[in-house]
């Protein structure tokens, strides 16, 4: 089995590569660490740099897991590049990371999570980052 997750260097985005290293060990699954921008940019922080990649590969090894990782430039959809790399790689599920936004938010500017809940062949885990008071 493989896991992908969506990554970008964030909060949300370590929370995901957590939550992907705990399942892909209880699985006996590998990793597949997808990193995508959405290329609306010149310079966009959600593409990892290859120091970025390379602790986020280490955290994942540390769960004993097989990581492979692939970068993609989504032209504005990054939700159409995760759910073709999970029909590409077949993949059993698919860890996103949350990032907290107000109803009037989700609702004006959509969401990448959502889509890929509503439209993926194969189970989601959603995680939150934890927040400051979080224990």
Request: net charge negative; no cysteine; charged share 25%.
């Amino acid at each position: 089995m493989k896991i992908l997750v969506g990554y970008v260097p964030t909060a949300e985005g370590e929370a995901a590569l957590d939550a992907a290293g705990r399942e892909a060990s209880l699985r006996g699954a590998s990793v597949l660490l997808l990193n995508t921008s959405r290329g609306d940019a010149y310079i966009d922080a959600r593409y990892a740099n290859e120091a970025e990649l390379e602790t986020a590969s280490a955290k994942l090894r540390e769960h004993g897991v097989e990581v492979t990782i692939q970068q993609a430039v989504s032209n504005g959809d990054v939700a159409g590049e995760l759910l073709k790399a999970a029909a590409a790689e077949d993949v059993g599920l698919i860890v996103l990371g949350l990032r907290r936004r107000s109803p009037v938010g989700k609702l004006i500017l959509g969401s990448t999570a959502q889509r890929v809940l509503l439209e993926s062949p194969v189970p989601v885990l959603a995680v939150k980052a934890p927040t400051p008071h979080d224990d």
